[in-house]
């Protein structure tokens, strides 16, 4: 591997998925505002909106997550195109 490149800041983060409240801690170098307590230890807080908890190809589920109202909007959008 190339030296110098990689970066030094990695360390222990929290990563919440937001549709269904799992978190999991792993070494990252994200940048973060927020922070979570995890078993008694502070952790800083990624927020994800979707993760391998909850992606319909891991979990065999088929699931729509709609965060801005897009499903609706293409609905919208397309609705006099159907067949």
């Known amino acids: 591997m190339k030296t110098g490149i990689h970066p030094e800041t990695y360390r ?3 990563f919440k998925d ?3 409240d799992v978190v999991f801690v ?3 170098c994200a940048k973060t ?3 979570i307590e995890v078993d008694g230890v502070e952790y800083p807080l990624v927020k994800l909106e979707i993760s391998n908890t909850s992606h ?3 979990t065999g589920k088929m699931k729509i997550v709609d965060t801005a109202g897009r499903v609706d909007q293409f609905y919208q959008r397309y609705k006099s195109r159907k067949k």
């Open 12 to 14: 222990l983060v929290a």
């Open 18 to 20: 937001m549709s269904n």
């Open 26 to 28: 792993t070494r990252s």
């Open 33 to 35: 505002k927020e922070t």
């Open 56 to 58: 319909p190809f891991y």
